[in-house]
């Protein structure tokens, strides 16, 4: 876990003043729309396992390898949390770091997805990192509007959560099932996860004292819980014979759902049931015109069973061999812009949207 969270870090580093994505697919400058597409088969795969039924030979890809942060600067949260095993933070040093980002709710995410393709079946590795700074309502009215140390609500309190997801590994495997009417791709992904959760909290005396903080409950104790799991996708990707230039597929994430749950807390103490990995449907249509256009709309999470919900639409333009400008809209997340060179696609976005294979229920 420390390794790979390392890793990502150090391969977005570079960029301190934005969302950014680098890697082998288009889909995050589309608006992270493109379940549908094939045109780069490798890196589309590590989103719509059927789309590996289109691979030929020995390929070595990558998904996206992108990070998204809500409500402070990515250089500010690189300086400050402390990615290792299990945790994002020094229990230690908590309560100060809560206090610092004490106005607003702030999240970052990565994710990222590597692995070995041969003619139809490949093994990835990758994962997912989401941690959260909670201030409670009462510790942000205090940070906008007094700052004062000593004037800390008694009932204030703030949260810091994370959850980790790496696939140790993903195996995928796809076949194309031809007819006259058209050409059928089907797909399955076999996910052996480990997962990764940790959650502290400060109240009103440790925010003052600016230094640790308190394990949750469902810690029992410890600084992180870790469970293992299975889970399964499935993909589907049809493709009409004749003068037709669309693709239709379906994506259903988590179809054999991981036994991951259990009792947590929230930023105010409050017990939920929590299950960070559960079943959603995802469905796209790409279509390809003679321009060199690609045009890409996803409906995400149709009947928000994971609280994901959303449209993506996404429009690509070939200008030349090897080169390609991209740009689309996220419902949830708003537009991004991107560009294609040779294999490599670097996206931007005030706040890019998460990949379809990368959903958490957090």
């Not at 989103?47 to 998904?63: D, E, H, L, S």
């Not at 201030?135 to 800390?152: E, F, K």
């Not at 195996?171 to 996910?191: E, F, K, M, N, W």
């Amino acid at each position: 876990m420390r390794r790979i969270a390392c890793w990502l870090l150090t391969a977005i580093a570079a960029s301190m003043w934005a969302d950014i994505s680098l890697g082998g697919s288009s889909a995050t400058g589309m608006g992270g729309a493109g379940l549908a597409v094939i045109r780069r088969p490798t890196a589309q795969s590590f989103q719509n396992p059927a789309v590996i039924a289109y691979v030929k030979g020995f390929r070595i890809g990558t998904g996206n390898i992108d990070t998204t942060t809500q409500g402070a600067s990515l250089s500010d949260l690189i300086d400050d949390l402390e990615f290792r095993e299990g945790s994002v933070a020094d229990l230690a040093t908590a309560a100060g770091l809560l206090r610092r980002y004490a106005r607003e709710d702030t999240h970052l995410i990565i994710t990222g997805d590597f692995g070995i393709i041969a003619s139809g079946v490949g093994i990835s590795v990758g994962g997912i990192v989401d941690a959260r700074l909670l201030p409670n309502a009462p510790l942000q009215n205090w940070a906008r509007t007094d700052g004062n140390i000593a004037n800390i609500p008694a009932n204030a309190r703030g949260a810091i959560i994370a959850v980790g997801i790496v696939s140790l590994p993903d195996i995928t495997t796809g076949v194309r099932l031809p007819s006259g009417q058209g050409d059928l791709a089907v797909g399955v992904r076999l996910r052996n996860l480990k997962f990764y959760y940790t959650h502290y909290f400060a109240d009103q005396a440790q925010l003052q004292a600016g230094q640790a903080a308190t394990r949750a409950p469902e810690l029992q104790g410890r600084d992180y819980l870790e469970r293992s799991a299975t889970s399964v996708d499935l993909g589907f990707l049809w493709r009409p014979t004749g003068g037709s230039n669309y693709t239709l597929a379906l994506v259903v994430e988590n179809f054999v759902e991981p036994n991951i749950r259990f009792q947590a807390t929230d930023r105010d103490g409050n017990v939920f049931n929590f299950k960070p990995l559960t079943r959603t449907y995802n469905a796209g249509v790409a279509i390809e015109l003679a321009t060199g256009s690609l045009i890409a709309v996803d409906f995400v999470d149709i009947g928000n069973n994971a609280g994901k919900g959303e449209i993506r639409m996404g429009y690509e333009q070939r200008l030349g061999r090897g080169f390609a400008l991209q740009s689309g809209y996220a419902s949830k997340t708003g537009w991004t812009v991107g560009m294609r060179v040779g294999g490599f696609n670097i996206a931007y976005s005030e706040r890019l949207p998460v990949i379809v294979s990368r959903t958490l229920n957090f």
